[in-house]
């Protein structure tokens, strides 16, 4: 069982079945690609963790240097709203 506060902060994004997960990851492999995204938010690490990862397109090279200062701005947003989630948690009197 999940305790509380992890609840309330995966209750933020998106969850995925293990066999979907599987499924993406098999694919993937399968392809031959370096980096498999399942969803957004990996889509969005992949982009500001792309360092010296080798990159099939120069488009998504280009479109990783682009977006990486904006995915930057989105993951201090989301940030700030874990943190506030766990601010309120914290200060909410418990059972």
């Known amino acids: ?3 509380e506060i992890t609840k309330l902060i995966a ?3 998106s ?3 293990a066999t979907e997960v599987a499924e ?3 694919n993937g492999i399968k392809s031959g690609k370096f980096v498999i995204t399942c969803n957004f938010d990996g889509f969005m690490l992949s982009i500001v963790t792309a360092g010296m990862s080798p990159q099939a397109s120069p488009i998504m090279a280009f ?3 682009l977006a ?3 995915v930057r701005i989105v993951a201090l947003c989301l940030l700030w709203s874990w943190y ?3 601010h309120k948690w914290h200060n909410h009197p418990k059972k």
Do not use: F
């Open 15 to 17: 969850s995925m079945e």
């Open 63 to 65: 479109v990783e240097v």
């Open 11 to 13: 209750a933020s994004s």
């Open 68 to 70: 990486a200062g904006i």
């Open 1 to 3: 069982m999940k305790p």
């Open 84 to 86: 506030s989630t766990v």
């Open 24 to 26: 993406k990851t098999l």
